[in-house]
């Protein structure tokens, strides 16, 4: 194979796809990958061993997009920048994440820290939300630091908050020496109808039903908060707000 399809490939390959969704740029990088993909099939240079690699690739970055980011929340709309609330995030911690590193993690006091009594072993974390006058969405800011032997931003990320974090827009690799990695958190500002708003990402068995009995909210609380029509959509893995009358 030439230096320059060997070129072509790797430009294509080290775009950050980890950072792009269903949008323009996805499409354009389908449709590059697709020209050089069909440029080399009548190609000399070009076996049936290779194209058919080629054809793999493609229908791997294709399948990846649909199935792994496509789904992945995305921070709520805001119009006024000035706007800061309190708000929480529901967060069920892994086996190795300790209370002093969950604090590291959401950049939190002790007493920021809920822990939910009824057996579902969640965190409610307190935090402020304000609307990033850049994105124009509702966030919350903190910093993640690479404890272990380190790892693609975007994996440390998706793996540490499981949901809970906007996706950086990198893929290089963070090492433990200097492995500092500024965050933006989901949350949202009440309307002014309840107190505040609650961030939780959908889990195996959680109904609009079951919901509102656990937190002791209406449905159609939770439904109007988060313009669902229909009860029975919920996606694992989509991020919607509970809305709390007391914190």
Not at 167 to 172: A, M, R, V
Not at 183 to 194: D, P, T, V
Not at 206 to 218: I, K, M, Q, T
């Amino acid at each position: 194979m030439s230096l320059f399809f060997h070129s072509k490939l790797l430009s294509l390959i080290q775009v950050p796809l980890f950072s792009l969704t269903l949008n323009s740029n996805f499409i354009t990088i389908y449709h590059r990958l697709k020209k050089l993909l069909f440029s080399f099939v009548s190609s000399e240079e070009m076996n049936l061993s290779m194209n058919h690699h080629l054809r793999l690739l493609l229908l791997h970055i294709i399948l990846f997009r649909l199935c792994c980011t496509s789904s992945y929340p995305t921070p709520a709309n805001c119009t006024d920048t000035s706007r800061v609330c309190t708000s929480f995030l529901a967060f069920k911690p892994k086996p190795n994440q300790t209370l002093a590193v969950i604090q590291s993690m959401f950049d939190v006091l002790p007493g920021e820290i809920t822990v939910e009594d009824n057996g579902w072993d969640y965190l409610f974390i307190r935090k402020n939300c304000s609307c990033d006058a850049g994105m124009k969405k509702f966030v919350s800011n903190t910093t993640l630091t690479v404890k272990s032997n380190g790892g693609f931003v975007h994996d440390l990320v998706k793996e540490a908050y499981d949901g809970l974090a906007l996706l950086p827009n990198t893929t290089h690799w963070a090492r433990k020496d200097h492995g500092i990695i500024p965050l933006n958190l989901f949350c949202s500002c009440s309307s002014g109808l309840w107190n505040y708003l609650m961030s939780y990402v959908i889990r195996d068995g959680d109904s609009v039903e079951s919901l509102a009995s656990r937190f002791g909210v209406s449905m159609d609380s939770i439904e109007t908060v988060n313009g669902i029509d229909n009860p029975g959509s919920f996606t694992v893995g989509s991020l919607y707000y509970i809305p709390l009358n007391s914190g």
